[in-house]
């Protein structure tokens, strides 16, 4: 089962076979997490929306017909929609930037040194993102930071291609003007 | 007509770096393809590769494996049977 597409998995998810919705969640966390996280400064909190994430789309999957919009894009916009949701209840999300991920420490035995470095770099792509309008954002971290084509940000965020390689332009430059 | 100048210019910048970013992404080295770009985009291209590299904290294994367990529980009790 591991090397049908999204679509396979996903219709036999809606035919009743759970092991499908294992595959699913394997093949899209670590992105999806990585999506939450770019958003939301704590792992924890990250951590846990990405759970909501995925039972939104359990919940939502019978529902599901690929009709042009294909299942990332979908699963996108579910997570999309639930760190707008987090970020609107809490409005200092953007001000609280913990300054050690004592959970990694913890729990991957990793030189501490190395964590502690590993999120400064993050801290400072994410603060030079929180200056930068809406969507140009999002097409960074879902190109960039992600590795999203521009055709599967285009469809993610329902625009043209050509508009969203307008926007890795323009979010670049005002992404280069944000990190000086 | 300056103006029109200017949007093509414009579009040219952007068509120029969406290019090369896919180049970038198909594994072309960057020195390469940074030196035949004007100055600005061989900045945005640099910056768009160091995007890339950005490493993010690791999610937890435990979190990751009671998440799993938690859908698929979740998948049986909300069990709707095949789309008609």
Redesign the interface.
Known sequence: MQDLSDAELVER????E?DA??IL??RH??RI??YV??RIYD?HLA?DV??EV??KM??HL?EYREMGLPFTAWLYRIAHNHVVNHIGRKENQYQHVPLV?A??VN??KDNPAV?IE??L??EE?QKALARLDEIQREV?IL???L?Y??KEVAAMLDKSVAAV??Q??RG??A??VA?K | MNSLNGRANKMEAEDLLAVNLTQLEMGYPLDELGADLPEQEARLLHLAASLQKTAFPVEDDTAVISQRAQLLRAAESCTHGPIP
Do not use: C, N, W
Not at chain 1, 13 to 16: E, H, I, P, V, Y
């Open positions: 998810a809606q035919d009743g759970h919705i294992s969640y394997d966390h670590t997490f990585r996280r770019a792992t951590q990405v759970g995925f039972l359990v919940t019978p991920m959970e990694a729990s991957r964590v590993r999120q770099v993050l792509v960074i190109r960039f930071l590795g084509s521009l390689k307008s890795q332009h670049l430059l992404l280069e990190m």
